[in-house]
C-alpha cells in the first residue's frame, strides 16, 4: 500500500510548506517563551552560584536580599564567623540602579564587596579580564553585559569608579548585568542624599533643642555624624566548613544571632517560587494562549485541506478505502505539518535567542516536551476534519 | 472471480418513511450475464441512481433480491458481512465524471483499488499497466490526472473499474461529457473488457449517442424495470479512428 498521506503532501508540498513556516513562527515564539522562563530560572540560579555563599543571613523575617529588602549591621559579620561551622562570612549590598557612562546609562545590580581576599563570598568567582578591586575605594568590576571596557569611568551616584575587571554572566536575578564595587562606597551610594538634603538635615537637627544642648557640644556632632552614614549592609554571605551541615549552622544563627538565615536550596526556592513566579504564571499564560492558537490553526487547516477533499474521500471510500486509513491520512497530514512548524520553529529560535535582551535558555528537554505537544495538539486539531471525512457517504461518489 | 454475472429479483427501495417516504424503486428485476454489456435507460427521476447504489452496495435495499453469481448478496438484509471488502473486490465503479485522486499518479491510480485489496505495489503496478495498455493510455502511466485530456481521463478511471478484476462493472453516464466518437470509443472499449474478463457491465446512460450499441436495455419507469432488446448497432467503424 502506497502512502496516501505523503502523495498529497508531495502534491501540494508548497501549501504544506507555506503553512508550516508560519505555524513554525508560531511554535518559534512558543520555544522562546520557554527559553526566557528558563533563562529566568538560571539567572537566578548563576547569581546563587556566583556569590559563592552557602548561607544567606538577612534581616529577621524577611526573604532578603533578593526577594524582599533587608537590612542588619556591617558589624554583625564578625558574630557570624564566630560561630561554629562557619569558614568565612562577609557583607554584601545590592543595589538596583542605573550606572552612568559617558552620555548612556545601564541598568545593573551594583554589588558592595568587603575588602579582604577574593575569596570571600560575593566576590566574582573569577575574570574574563583585568584584576579584581585592590583599593578600598573607586575601582569597580564591571560584567561584559553592561558593555563597559577596562578602564572605562563610571559613574555611580556621585562618585567615579575605575572599572579594573570583567566578569562574565554575573547577573541579577532579573537578568541586569552585575557591577562590583568597594563596600563602604556601596554603602554610601545606598544611604547618599545630594547636599541640599544634608545641609536641610544639619539644620533640622541643629534646630532641635534635644540634641544641641548649651554645654554638651560633642552630642550634636555625634549625632549629625550617625546621621551621615551608613551602618547598614543587605546580607552576611558565609561559607560553612567542611565537615557542617548548612542547615546546622543557619539554626545555630538563627537562634543566637535572632537573624534569618537561608540555606542554598532554600533560597533559590525564593528566588523561584516567589520573585520570578510571576513572570512564570504570565509566561505559562503566553504558552497556553499559543498552543490554543497553534491548535486552532493546524485544526483550520487540516479541516480546509480535507474538505477540498471531499469528493476524492467519497470515492476512496466507494472503492472499499477503510475508514482507519482515511482517518490515518488525515493524522499524518497534520503531524507533517507540525513537524515542519516545529523545525521551523526550533531554528527561529535557535538563532533568535542570542538577540533577546534576557538570556534566553533553549533546554533540549523543552525542545522535546514541545515536539510531543505539538504532536498532541496536531491529532487533536485533526478531529475535526477526520469527523468531516468519516460522515463524507461513499454514495455521493456517484452522485444523483 | 469472472464469470458470475448479476442477478436481480424484485428489488424495492424506499427513501424516508410515513408522509415523506418515496418508493424510488418497486420492483426491479434484471440479469447481466458474464461478458455482457446492458443499458439501463429512463426518464429523469425513474431510479436510475438509486438502483447503481443498491447494486454497488452502498445504500441498503428496502426488499428483494440480489445474486452475484450464485452468491445471495441480498434477500431483505445483507448476506455478506463486509459490505466495504465487497465493494472493493466484487464491483467496479465507472463515473460520469473521472473523479482520479488528483494526488496519484495515472498508474496509481489504477492500482489503488488493488493495492487496497493487499495486493503487493509492485504486482499491483504490473495489473495497472496492463490495463492501460488495454486502453490505449499506457504512454501517460507516468502522468498525474489534471494533465490529461478528458477522454483519457474517463479510460483511466475505466481502468480503475477493472483492476480487480470485479465480476460487476457499474458505469453511469461514463459517456456524458464525451464527443460521439469518444462515447463511442468508451463503448467499443466496455465490451471488449467485458468480453476480455468475462465481466458484466451495466451502463446507465441518457445518451441518444450510444443507446442504439446495445444488444439489451432495461427501462426504469416509476422503480419498475421493462426489459428491451436493442439495436446492437456495430461501432467497429466509428470507434476505429484514434479516440481523445
Ligand atoms: N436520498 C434520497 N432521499 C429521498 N428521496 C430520494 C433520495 N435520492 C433519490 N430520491 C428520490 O428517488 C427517486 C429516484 O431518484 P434517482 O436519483 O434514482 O433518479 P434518476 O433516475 O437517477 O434520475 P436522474 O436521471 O435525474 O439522475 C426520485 O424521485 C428522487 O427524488
Ligand atoms: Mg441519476
Known sequence: MISLAGRDILHAWGK????????????????TMAGVYRGMVDDARVLLDNSGADLWVVQKDTLGPYAESSSIYDDEWRGILAMRGVARAANVTYLTMQVRHGARDVRAMVTGISAGEPALPGWPPSLVAGRQITRGHYEAVADLATGFGLG?????????????GL?????????????????????????????????????????????????TPGVLEAVTESQTSNPFVNAVLVQVAPGHAPETVARGIRKWKRLTAYTREQMEAILVGKLIATSARQIGMFLVILAVVSAAIVAFIIYTLTLGKIREIAVLKLIGTRNRTIASMIIQQALALGFIGFVVGKITATF?????????????????????????????????????ALKVDPAEAIGG | MAGNGIRIEHLSKRYGSGDTAVDALKDVNMEVAPGEVVGLIGPSGSGKSTLLKCLGAVIEPSGGRMLLGDDLIYDGRWRVTDIRA?????????????????????????????????????AART??????????????????????????????????????????????????????????????????????????????????????????????RDGVTHEERGQGLSIEAEADAPAA
Do not use: W
Request: glycine content about 6%.
Open chain 1, 352 to 388: 533568535g535567542a542570542p538577540y533577546f535582551p534576557k538570556y534566553v535558555l533553549l533546554e533540549p528537554m523543552d525542545s522535546l516536551r514541545g515536539l510531543l505537544a505539538v504532536a498532541l495538539i496536531c491529532v487533536l486539531a485533526s478531529i475535526v476534519a477526520i469527523r468531516a
Open chain 1, 152 to 164: 572605562d569611568t563610571i559613574r555611580i551616584r556621585r562618585n567615579h569608579y575605575r572599572v579594573v
Open chain 2, 86 to 122: 465487497l465493494r472493493r473486490d466484487r464491483i467496479g465503479f465507472v463515473f460520469q465524471a473521472p473523479y482520479l485522486i488528483p494526488f496519484l499518479d495515472v498508474t496509481d491510480n489504477v492500482a489503488l483499488p488493488s493495492m487496497l485489496a493487499g495486493t503487493d505495489n509492485r
Open chain 1, 16 to 31: 504544506f510548506v507555506f503553512t508550516g513556516m508560519g505555524l513554525g513562527l508560531l511554535i518559534g515564539v512558543t520555544l
Open chain 2, 127 to 220: 495489473r495497472a499497466r496492463e490495463l492501460l495498455r488495454a486502453l490505449d493510455v499506457e504512454h501517460r502511466a507516468a502522468a498525474m490526472p489534471s494533465q490529461l485530456s478528458g477522454g483519457e481521463q474517463q479510460r483511466v478511471a475505466i481502468a480503475r473499474g477493472l483492476v480487480n478484476h470485479p465480476p460487476v462493472v457499474l458505469a453511469d453516464e461514463p459517456t456524458a461529457p464525451l464527443d460521439s466518437r469518444r462515447a463511442l470509443a468508451v463503448i467499443r472499449i466496455l465490451n471488449d473488457m467485458a468480453k476480455a474478463f468475462q465481466t458484466a457491465i451495466i451502463v446507465v446512460t441518457h445518451d441518444e449517442k450510444i443507446i442504439p450499441t446495445f444488444k439489451r436495455l432495461y427501462h426504469i
Open chain 1, 167 to 215: 566578569t562574565r554572566r554575573m547577573v541579577s536575578s532579573n537578568g541586569d548585568p552585575m557591577v562590583f564595587i568597594p563596600l563602604r562606597d556601596a554603602q554610601e551610594a545606598q544611604f547618599l542624599k545630594d547636599n541640599d538634603a544634608i545641609r536641610q538635615q544639619r539644620r533640622r537637627t541643629a534646630a532641635n533643642p534635644a540634641f544641641n544642648r548649651p554645654g
